[in-house]
């Protein structure tokens, strides 16, 4: 029974790579690839030459079963287009399943935008919340911002140079102007790590936004927090004026600057 090894690739700078995720894509028997070109350069560029198929978006589930054929053979390596997969990245079902089979996972550690960003961001790290993209569709975007408003931790967003403009618009009309990082084209020629406001990150990235980019948000401020105490005396008026426990869960989070999981927590605390 062969190991499945999770194996991070370079975001930008090919130099990037660890001597362990070398030598696993040396050793074993077959690379899964999301995207088989950019493999070949980089396996090409540390002249390596193992064998590589496709695990990308859309034949995720039909690969699935022939990835899973040839960990019984062997070991395999599944590298995602850049970064780790399994983040905004496909993994998930093949990890997934190579778990249920009982089959040995073993995640080596190394690149990632979400994390390279936000330590350089100077927003706390302490604690924070990887939202990762946003829906296309305005609305869904929209519902996704309002759901982590009331979030306290730093956010951190990926997302499309040509909807950055409309993201940071989206974010100003939900959030007010926090505090923001740009991070872009990390570990590339043209990295930018770019702080200040959400109004001028509007200004500065609005019109044009040029390579790939993480936007790191700080979290809610801690004024916009209700006391427990204010938050349980509205919800209880809510409950007396008929509104369902989820209704008044949904509307006292979006006043109090909480989330609803915890507003929903204070109900059966009664
Ligand atoms: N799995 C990857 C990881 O671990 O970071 C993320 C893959 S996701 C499909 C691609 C997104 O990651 C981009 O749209 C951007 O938000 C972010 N990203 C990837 N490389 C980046 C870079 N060099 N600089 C800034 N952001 C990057």
């Known amino acids: 029974m062969g190991t499945l090894y999770i194996v991070p690739t370079p975001?930008?700078?090919?130099?990037?790579?660890?001597?362990?995720?070398?030598?696993?894509?040396?050793?074993?028997?077959l690379i899964a690839a999301e995207d088989t070109r950019r493999a070949a350069i980089l396996l090409s560029h540390f002249d390596l030459h193992t064998p590589v198929t496709s695990y990308f978006?859309?034949?995720?589930l039909s690969k699935l079963d022939?990835?899973?054929?040839?960990?019984?053979?062997?070991?395999?390596?599944?590298?995602?287009e850049a970064g780790t997969p399994g983040l905004s990245d496909p993994g998930y079902e093949l990890i997934?399943?190579?778990?249920e089979r009982g089959q040995r996972v073993v995640p080596l550690p190394g690149a990632t935008a979400a994390i390279t960003a936000l330590v350089a961001s100077g927003l706390p790290t302490d604690s924070f919340v990887f939202v990762g993209f946003l829906s296309r569709k305005?609305?869904?975007r929209r519902r996704a911002l309002e759901e982590v408003k009331a979030e306290r931790r730093t956010l951190i967003f990926y997302e499309a140079p040509h909807r950055v403009g409309e993201t940071l618009e989206d974010m100003l009309a939900v959030f007010g102007n926090r505090s923001i990082c740009a991070a872009r084209e990390l570990s590339k020629v043209h990295e930018e790590i770019w702080r200040g406001s959400i109004t001028a990150a509007i200004e500065r990235f609005g019109a044009e936004a040029l390579g790939e980019f993480v936007l790191v948000v700080a979290g809610a401020p801690e004024e916009a927090r209700w006391a427990e105490a204010?938050?349980?005396?509205?919800?209880?008026?809510?409950?007396?004026?008929?509104?369902s426990s989820s209704e008044a869960a949904k509307r006292v989070a979006a006043l109090a600057g909480w989330n609803k999981r915890d507003v929903y927590a204070l109900l059966s605390k009664d």
Do not use: F, P, Y
Request: charged residues 30%; negative net charge; glycine residues 6%.
């Open 138 to 140: 305005a609305g869904e």
């Open 230 to 243: 204010r938050v349980q005396a509205v919800l209880r008026e809510e409950l007396e004026h008929g509104a």
């Open 96 to 99: 997934r399943a190579a778990i």
């Open 66 to 80: 022939r990835i899973l054929e040839a960990l019984e053979q062997g070991d395999v390596a599944l590298i995602s």
């Open 57 to 60: 978006e859309h034949n995720k």
């Open 11 to 29: 975001i930008g700078n090919l130099e990037d790579i660890t001597l362990r995720a070398l030598q696993v894509l040396r050793e074993v028997s």
